[in-house]
């Protein structure tokens, strides 16, 4: 499906918006109890950030065949890597 470039923009920079909103409260999270799994996270989510808004920017027309799905695959490790850690400290 071949979308207006304006409403690509739009959906984009929405995505994108949402994802730094969830940065700013994993930030805020972490600054409260200083649990590492929170600015993990924040880090995770700022990846999904620059992730969702760089084929607009370098006008990438495919994602999925770009480099720059690499930076999804690293936000998906930390999460999983974050999570390992956190439930293997336990024990």
Do not use: C
Request: glycine share 6%.
């Amino acid at each position: 499906m071949n979308l207006d470039p304006a409403l690509r923009g739009f959906f984009a920079g929405s995505v994108t918006l949402g994802f730094l909103i969830a940065v700013v409260f994993f930030l805020k999270f972490w600054r409260r109890t200083r649990d590492p799994l929170f600015l993990t996270f924040a880090a995770a989510f700022g990846l999904l950030a620059v992730n969702q808004a760089a084929p607009l920017v370098f006008d990438i027309p495919r994602e999925d065949q770009a480099p720059v799905y690499l930076l999804r695959l690293a936000a998906f490790g930390l999460i999983i890597w974050a999570i390992l850690r956190k439930n293997l400290s336990r024990s």
